[in-house]
């Protein structure tokens, strides 16, 4: 009972490994395709301070 109870945790542990390996490979594949250079738009630093504060005002505040 036990040989064919470890024969079985073997044949498990195999396809779990394989089937991990091909996930990996299809993802890897996927990431290379579709994602492979970085899309950063020019004048990037001034378009994420406009989106954070808001266009600015036509009022100007005095102090």
Do not use: Y
Request: charged letters at 25%; a positive charge; zero cysteines.
């Amino acid at each position: 009972m036990s040989i064919k109870s470890r024969d079985v945790n073997r044949r498990l542990v195999r396809e779990i490994t394989i089937i991990l390996i091909i996930k990996i490979v299809i993802l890897l594949t996927i990431k290379h395709i579709w994602f492979d250079a970085p899309t950063i738009p020019k004048n990037f630093d001034n378009q994420v301070a406009e989106r954070i504060a808001g266009s600015p005002s036509p009022i100007k505040e005095t102090r």
